[in-house]
Protein backbone atom coordinates (compact mmCIF):
# COMPACT_ATOMS: atom_id res chain seq x y z
CA UNK A 1 0.00 0.00 0.00
CA UNK A 2 3.22 2.34 0.63
CA UNK A 3 4.27 1.82 -2.57
CA UNK A 4 1.49 2.53 -4.58
CA UNK A 5 0.62 6.10 -2.63
CA UNK A 6 4.43 7.04 -3.16
CA UNK A 7 4.09 5.97 -6.86
CA UNK A 8 0.65 7.76 -7.38
CA UNK A 9 2.67 10.63 -5.93
CA UNK A 10 4.97 10.17 -7.57
CA UNK A 11 2.57 10.60 -11.04
CA UNK A 12 0.81 13.38 -9.76
CA UNK A 13 3.93 15.74 -9.44
CA UNK A 14 5.14 14.37 -13.09
CA UNK A 15 1.85 15.29 -14.32
CA UNK A 16 1.85 18.60 -12.66
CA UNK A 17 5.35 19.66 -14.21
CA UNK A 18 4.65 18.61 -17.69
CA UNK A 19 1.24 20.58 -17.50
CA UNK A 20 3.17 23.40 -16.34
CA UNK A 21 6.18 22.83 -19.17
CA UNK A 22 3.52 23.10 -21.52
CA UNK A 23 1.99 26.38 -20.86
CA UNK A 24 4.94 28.10 -20.63
CA UNK A 25 6.28 26.79 -23.61
CA UNK A 26 2.74 28.39 -25.09
CA UNK A 27 3.60 31.47 -23.34
CA UNK A 28 7.04 31.36 -24.84
CA UNK A 29 5.46 31.26 -28.49
CA UNK A 30 3.65 33.74 -27.57
CA UNK A 31 6.79 36.24 -26.86
CA UNK A 32 8.47 34.96 -29.87
CA UNK A 33 5.27 36.01 -32.32
CA UNK A 34 6.10 39.20 -30.55
CA UNK A 35 9.30 39.46 -30.99
CA UNK A 36 9.31 38.54 -35.03
CA UNK A 37 6.94 41.91 -34.94
CA UNK A 38 3.52 40.06 -34.46
CA UNK A 39 1.65 37.62 -36.22
CA UNK A 40 1.02 40.15 -39.22
CA UNK A 41 4.54 41.10 -40.04
CA UNK A 42 4.99 36.93 -40.35
CA UNK A 43 4.54 36.26 -44.15
CA UNK A 44 5.84 32.47 -44.33
CA UNK A 45 7.45 29.62 -41.77
CA UNK A 46 9.14 26.81 -42.98
CA UNK A 47 11.36 24.30 -40.94
CA UNK A 48 13.98 22.11 -41.59
CA UNK A 49 14.99 19.72 -38.88
CA UNK A 50 16.12 22.21 -35.74
CA UNK A 51 15.96 25.53 -38.38
CA UNK A 52 12.79 27.49 -38.25
CA UNK A 53 12.88 29.97 -41.42
CA UNK A 54 10.28 32.79 -41.38
CA UNK A 55 9.91 35.46 -43.98
CA UNK A 56 8.53 38.66 -43.05
CA UNK A 57 6.87 42.11 -44.03
CA UNK A 58 9.39 44.49 -41.99
CA UNK A 59 13.05 42.41 -40.56
CA UNK A 60 13.19 45.57 -38.36
CA UNK A 61 10.83 45.04 -36.25
CA UNK A 62 12.61 41.45 -35.04
CA UNK A 63 14.19 41.72 -31.82
CA UNK A 64 16.89 39.59 -32.03
CA UNK A 65 18.47 39.73 -28.83
CA UNK A 66 15.30 38.89 -27.23
CA UNK A 67 15.23 35.93 -29.38
CA UNK A 68 18.28 34.53 -28.61
CA UNK A 69 17.42 34.92 -24.76
CA UNK A 70 14.58 32.83 -25.49
CA UNK A 71 17.07 29.88 -26.46
CA UNK A 72 17.63 30.26 -30.46
CA UNK A 73 20.99 28.93 -30.96
CA UNK A 74 21.79 31.45 -33.71
CA UNK A 75 20.06 33.54 -36.17
CA UNK A 76 20.62 34.57 -40.03
CA UNK A 77 19.27 37.32 -42.10
CA UNK A 78 18.93 36.93 -45.35
CA UNK A 79 16.89 39.91 -46.99
CA UNK A 80 13.31 39.71 -45.57
CA UNK A 81 13.68 36.35 -43.73
CA UNK A 82 15.39 34.97 -40.80
CA UNK A 83 16.92 31.39 -40.54
CA UNK A 84 16.92 31.01 -36.68
CA UNK A 85 18.18 27.69 -35.02
CA UNK A 86 15.63 26.58 -32.36
CA UNK A 87 16.66 23.01 -32.37
CA UNK A 88 13.07 20.63 -31.68
CA UNK A 89 10.74 23.26 -31.08
CA UNK A 90 10.90 24.73 -34.66
CA UNK A 91 7.83 22.18 -35.50
CA UNK A 92 5.78 23.21 -32.86
CA UNK A 93 6.65 26.90 -33.29
CA UNK A 94 5.71 26.69 -37.14
CA UNK A 95 2.09 25.08 -36.51
CA UNK A 96 1.59 27.29 -33.90
CA UNK A 97 2.10 30.26 -36.06
CA UNK A 98 0.27 28.74 -38.99
CA UNK A 99 -2.87 28.28 -36.34
CA UNK A 100 -2.26 32.15 -35.15
CA UNK A 101 -2.72 32.98 -39.23
CA UNK A 102 -6.19 31.34 -40.02
Known amino acids: MEYFLLALFFLIVVLAILKANKKD??????????????????LETETNLSRFKVTLKDVSLVNKEAIQKLGAKGIVEIDHQLKIILGSNSKQLKKYIDDLKK
Open 25 to 42: AHIEMNKLVDYLGGKDNI
